[in-house]
Nanobody, 123 residues
Framework: QVQLAESEGGSVQTGGSLRLSCVAS????????MAWFRQAPGLEREFVVS????????TVDPSVSGRFAISQDKALNTVYLQMNTLEPEDAATYYC????????????????WGRGTQVTVSS
């Protein structure tokens, strides 16, 4: 089993930056992928970024490309989501997710989830 704990989100103004972290604990050696998803009210959970934990290869959704990035600190079993140039459309609950195999964009593939953390962006 794996547990994921996201850092507290926050409220920023349009154009601002925010960094989220997610700490994994438990059987972390079993994980192949860590990712961030987000979900705005009334909408489906959507993929943001992912990283293959062993190779470090990342994937970024086109909607946030050039603004968001994922990184990891293997020693701390932590992944980070750096969000820059935030827009009101980025406001959502952000979820950390982990998968035992593969690193796809669809949420149902992921085996473990954090509780989510709220990000608000004011214009």
């Amino acid at each position: 089993q794996v547990q994921l704990a996201e850092s507290e989100g926050g409220s920023v103004q349009t154009g601002g930056s925010l960094r989220l972290s997610c700490v994994a604990s438990g059987d972390t050696d079993s994980l192949q992928c860590m990712a961030w998803f987000r979900q705005a009210p009334g909408l489906e959970r959507e993929f943001v970024v992912s990283v293959y934990t062993r190779s470090g290869i990342t994937t970024v959704d086109p909607s946030v490309s050039g603004r968001f990035a994922i990184s990891q600190d293997k020693a701390l079993n932590t992944v980070y989501l750096q969000m820059n140039t935030l827009e009101p459309e980025d406001a959502a609950t952000y979820y950390c997710a982990a998968a035992l195999e593969g690193c796809p964009w669809y949420a149902k593939h992921y085996n473990y989830w954090g509780r989510g953390t709220q990000v608000t962006v004011s214009s």
